[in-house]
């Protein structure tokens, strides 16, 4: 259930709903918007009058949530999120760009990588530290001397760092090398994991499963904003299907989609989502033609021997150029880059 106060409702009468809530058995969710405050009440009893809200006072409106997720919904925060970390914003008018080598590799790499990614423009360094392999022979990531690598590598370019968290032990871990833990395909319904990273205060961004709805995606990410961190990422990172000419079909109607369902900032990655490195720019500009409010994409200083994803690492010159035609792309739609 959601009840929108009145444009200046007082802090005393908000608070007054918030208290009649919890007394009705509601975990009580605050968004603070421009004009108004809205209480989403989640997981109260199945059968309730609205009307007991409705003549509260300092009450606008109460709506019920019919969709399976509440706090995720558009509803809950009309005009949309915008996660704000280290100085970027996601979900605001400047598309943001996290680029970087699928794994972190080795100290050179990764300081290639940076001066790669900055140059052009990007103002997030991606490199995964813990890798989901489907072949436990695959190179498995560096652990902890990679995140020591790419913190250095991101602060000396002034760029912040997204990194995957693969379980819920990695948690402090991540959290103090990483400004934004990913969560990956795989992971996507690791249910214990997404409570987990409800707990902390740090962004996360939830990539859609390999196999699941936008439902299922919304709902997974309703499980971090159940515990009270709000500030979660969407990503679509392309889905199976009988299509095998790509790694995944990557679909950008999720885009378009998921703005419309709900509030949470959307980005796309067509690295994951084609496979190939020469599908990657032209769905990296269909991203931001459908509106994505940012991109991950790996890019590695030589693809051809990166110990992950190389056939789909874009190389250095064309990272660049995709970058100046997506600065031509962003304003046509509104946007920055
Ligand atoms: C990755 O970003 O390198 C990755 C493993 O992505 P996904 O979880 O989408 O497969
Ligand atoms: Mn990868």
Redesign the pocket.
């Known amino acids: 259930m959601l009840v929108v106060m009145q444009e200046g409702a007082s802090e005393a009468l908000i608070q007054k709903v918030i208290d009649r809530l919890i007394e009705d058995g509601f975990d009580v969710h605050r968004s603070t918007g421009i004009i108004h405050t809205v209480l989403g009440g989640v997981g109260g009893p199945a059968e309730f009058d609205t009307a007991v809200f409705e003549v509260l006072d300092g009450v606008k409106e109460v709506h019920r949530i019919v969709s399976p997720y509440k706090l995720a919904s558009r509803a809950f925060r009309p005009h949309g999120t915008v996660v704000k970390v280290g100085g970027v914003e996601i979900g605001g008018g400047r598309v943001v760009v996290m680029a970087g080598p699928?794994s972190v590799e080795s100290r050179e790499q990764i300081e290639r990588a940076a001066d790669i990614v900055a140059d052009g423009g990007a103002q997030v360094i991606r490199g995964?530290a813990f890798k989901?392999r489907s072949s436990p022979y695959s190179f498995q990531g560096l652990g902890e001397e990679g995140l020591k690598m790419l913190r250095a590598a991101a602060d000396r370019r002034n760029l912040l760092v997204i990194s995957?968290v693969m379980d819920s032990t990695q948690i402090p871990l991540l959290s103090a090398y990483a400004d934004i833990l990913?969560v990956?395909?795989?992971n996507m319904q690791n249910f214990n994991l997404l409570r987990e990273l409800g707990k902390i205060r740090k962004p996360v961004l939830l990539?859609r499963g390999i196999s699941a709805t936008i439902e299922e995606l919304l709902l997974s990410a309703e499980y971090i904003l159940s515990g009270g961190n709000y500030d979660v990422i969407l990503c679509e990172?392309g889905i199976r299907t009988f299509e095998t000419y790509t790694r995944n079909t990557m679909d950008v109607s999720a885009i378009p989609v998921v703005k419309k369902l709900s509030h949470l900032p959307m980005v796309a990655?067509p690295s994951?989502g084609t496979g190939r490195r020469d599908q990657v720019p032209p769905m990296a500009r269909a991203a931001v033609a459908a509106g994505a409010d940012g991109l991950l994409m790996e890019v590695h200083h030589d693809p051809d021997h990166a110990l992950s994803?190389g056939a789909q690492s874009l190389k250095p010159d064309q990272y660049a150029g995709l970058m100046d035609q997506l600065r031509l792309i962003a304003p046509a739609v509104g946007r920055t880059l």
Do not use: V
């Open positions: 699928c995964g989901p995957e990913q990956g395909a795989r990539k990172r990655d994951h994803d």
